[in-house]
Every structure is written in structure tokens, then in C-alpha cells.
């Protein structure tokens, strides 16, 4: 089994338009003869289903017992549809988390399974944990105590109550004097998606910037979510990687407030904890 990945930009409909994809790196699984690489399914994945994951570079564990079982993956967080229009004199995107790449059976596809790396955590200062709660519209959730700042990991994992799901979970990000990034779960369709449209001032480009980036994501039973947040970018991985989501975002370093609530319904959130780099 051999894999070919292709950073995108514009992508033909049958690549990525259909799923309102048009920037980011696509990878297919296939087989490789020595001259040509036949994908096992021309339409292919996305590495990452956010809008600002390009020009990926993946590079194999020199340490590794066994130096395919997995790999590790950088790439440019930025995209060619407002790269040269960002607010910030002379910013041009950042580079994403370093990522582990594992090719995994998911619902009987092979896919490439990928998340924040261990060694990563030693970046963060404190740790705090959350309590285990059940929130709906009238419930949010109560966070605890801790020193809010622009940069943080928030993980938690989301189950349905009673075997039932509300109609749209909001997670709300680095909000602050009318600017926010929301994460927004919506399990009647099975996709998480990523509105970034309020994070801050927007770059000339307004509506390829304001577009919602969607993931397709699993139900139907407890789904995991880590979320890193930092000055200027947000990444998110679900159930441990199967899905990711990664933006840009340029809000003031002073919005850090953070939220999360349900509606049409409840849903249960455990296991949270926030870790701080301060």
C-alpha cells in the first residue's frame, strides 16, 4: 500500500469543490508498481478539512523501530486566496502543530489518521480539570477556574444524553469585545464545521475567508474533540484524529473567553481539561 498526497489550490470539482474544498492537501491510497500509482478511489481524502492546511510536508521517524508504521506532518497554515491580504503588515501564515500520520481502517476505508504529537504537551504550563455536566441552551457549561490567555489545548469528550442529540453544540473560541472563532456540531447532519466569520478584521478577501469549512464526522457514539488555540490559528482534531480542521484567525490577543453551550437538546461533556502555556 503506498500513499500519494498533492497540496491543492483551486481544486477541480471532483477533488474538492463539491465539499467546498478548494485549497488544502489531498491524499489518495493506492498501490505503486515501480511506474505508476493507481489509487484504490480516485476521489481521495483531505488531510485536514480546514481552510488553511497547504503545502504539507511529510517526513518519516529516523528513530522508528519500523519506519512505516507512521509519519510526521508540517504544513503552511495560510491560503492563496488572501495569503497576500492578511491585516498584519508583513504576516503570511504560520505553520501548523507538527502532526503523527497513522493509515488506519475507519469504517472499512483506509484513511490517514492524524494528530498533535505528545512531545507537544510539554509546551503547556497548567492544567485544569473540568467537571462532568450535562448543557442545553438554558445550561452552558461551567468552566473552571483558570488564567485565561490567547493560547491553550481544550480537550473534553461529547456524548449524546439518553441516547438522543440536540440539534447543534457550540463551542465558542478566543471571543472578546464582539470577535469569536465557534465550533459548531451539528449531529442531525453528521459534520462539524468551523465559522470563523466574526473572529476579527477580515483580509481583503472577505468571502473566501468567511467560507464555513465542514467535517464529516461521526455520531454515533461519543465523539472526542482536542482543540489547540494560539494568537493566531485554531486547530482542531476529532476522535483522536480522524477528522481535522485547521484556520487562521486574527483576533485581538486580549478575546479569550471561552464557551460552551447546546440547543435543541442536551448533550453530555467529560473528561475536560484545559491546559494553559501560563
Given at each position: 500500500t503506498e500513499i500519494y498526497t498533492l497540496s491543492l489550490h483551486d481544486a477541480l470539482p471532483i477533488y474538492g469543490t463539491a465539499a467546498r474544498f478548494t485549497t488544502g492537501t489531498q491524499y489518495w491510497v493506492g498501490n505503486f508498481d515501480g511506474t505508476t500509482f493507481t489509487p484504490d478511489d480516485w476521489t481521495g481524502n483531505w488531510l485536514d478539512a480546514g481552510p488553511d492546511f497547504y503545502a504539507t510536508t511529510v517526513f518519516a521517524d529516523a528513530n522508528?523501530?519500523?519506519?512505516?508504521?507512521?509519519?510526521?506532518?508540517?504544513?503552511?497554515?495560510?491560503?492563496?486566496?488572501?495569503?497576500?491580504?492578511?491585516?498584519?503588515?508583513?504576516?503570511?501564515?504560520?505553520?501548523?502543530?507538527?502532526?503523527?500520520?497513522?493509515?488506519?481502517?475507519v469504517n472499512g476505508a483506509p484513511i490517514l489518521v492524524?494528530?498533535?504529537?505528545?512531545?507537544?504537551?510539554?509546551?503547556?504550563?497548567?492544567?485544569?480539570?473540568?467537571?462532568?455536566?450535562?448543557?442545553?441552551?438554558?445550561?452552558?457549561?461551567?468552566?473552571?477556574?483558570?488564567?485565561a490567555n490567547p493560547s491553550c489545548r481544550i480537550d473534553f469528550t461529547l456524548s449524546s444524553v439518553n441516547g438522543s442529540w440536540p440539534s447543534e453544540i457550540d463551542l465558542t473560541l478566543r471571543s472578546?469585545?464582539?470577535?469569536?472563532?465557534?465550533?459548531?456540531?451539528?449531529?442531525?447532519q453528521s459534520i462539524v464545521a468551523l465559522n470563523r466569520?466574526?473572529?476579527?478584521?477580515?483580509?481583503?478577501?472577505?468571502?473566501?475567508?468567511?467560507?464555513?469549512?465542514?467535517?464529516?464526522?461521526?455520531?454515533?457514539?461519543?465523539?472526542?474533540?482536542?482543540?489547540?488555540?494560539?494568537?493566531?490559528?485554531?486547530?482542531?482534531?476529532?476522535?483522536?484524529?480522524?477528522?481535522?480542521?485547521?484556520?487562521?484567525?486574527?483576533?485581538?490577543?486580549?478575546?479569550t473567553v471561552v464557551a460552551l453551550a447546546a440547543s435543541g437538546g442536551g448533550a453530555a461533556i467529560s473528561n475536560l481539561q484545559i491546559a494553559s502555556l501560563i
Open positions: 522508528a523501530a519500523d519506519p512505516l508504521a507512521y509519519a510526521y506532518a508540517i504544513a503552511w497554515e495560510n491560503n492563496w486566496d488572501y495569503a497576500e491580504a492578511m491585516p498584519t503588515t508583513g504576516y503570511y501564515g504560520q505553520l501548523s502543530i507538527m502532526r503523527q500520520l497513522i493509515l488506519q481502517i492524524n494528530k498533535s504529537i505528545s512531545a507537544q504537551d510539554s509546551i503547556f504550563k497548567s492544567k485544569v480539570q473540568g467537571s462532568n455536566q450535562t448543557i442545553s441552551g438554558a445550561t452552558p457549561y461551567s468552566w473552571p477556574a483558570w488564567t472578546g469585545d464582539g470577535d469569536l472563532t465557534k465550533l459548531v456540531f451539528q449531529p442531525s466569520s466574526q473572529c476579527g478584521k477580515a483580509p481583503i478577501s472577505d468571502a473566501a475567508w468567511n467560507t464555513v469549512r465542514q467535517a464529516v464526522c461521526d455520531f454515533s457514539a461519543p465523539v472526542s474533540v482536542s482543540v489547540f488555540v494560539d494568537s493566531g490559528s485554531v486547530e482542531v482534531f476529532l476522535n483522536g484524529g480522524e477528522q481535522a480542521i485547521s484556520a487562521l484567525i486574527t483576533t485581538p490577543s486580549d478575546a
